[in-house]
């Protein structure tokens, strides 16, 4: 935990889906201060009338590389939160060729107690994690 899930337009290669996918987890590790297993991501590929990603009015262009980025997490400070987008942001420029502008992220936060990892337990409450 956290989960990322994905959005990106169809097209990509394997090997460029799993460079955004590994570069995404560095920028999360070292934002997030998760551990190193703590990885669950899911890509959704959606054909280009499937996915609209519009600017709020901020005049940031948009290609068909864009990437949506949903993540799931427990609370994090506004501080981690800003640290992600910033090392994200910087770290798929670099390594995948994205472009900042091509970037949009929706973190959404939740409580211990709406995870369970699997065995049908809550492993925050139940003291396994």
């Known amino acids: 935990m956290p989960l990322l899930h994905f959005h ?6 394997p090997e460029e889906l799993r ?17 190193e297993r703590d990885r ?3 890509v959704s590929e959606h054909d280009p009338a499937h ?5 709020t009015g901020l005049d940031i262009p948009r290609t068909d590389k864009v990437v949506l980025l949903q993540v799931t997490s427990r609370p994090r400070s506004k ?7 910033k090392l994200l942001a910087k770290k798929l420029e670099a390594r995948c060729g994205l472009a900042p502008s091509d970037l949009m992220v929706s973190i959404v936060q939740n409580a211990d107690e709406h995870w369970s990892f699997g065995l049908g337990r809550a492993q925050f409450l139940t003291g396994e994690l």
Do not use: C, N, S
């Open 8 to 13: 990106v337009i169809k097209g990509r290669k």
């Open 19 to 35: 460079l955004l996918l590994d570069t995404t987890h560095e920028a999360m590790l070292e934002a997030f201060k998760v551990p």
């Open 40 to 42: 669950y991501q899911i």
């Open 51 to 55: 996915m609209i990603i519009e600017d």
């Open 79 to 85: 501080e981690q939160i800003a640290e992600f987008y």
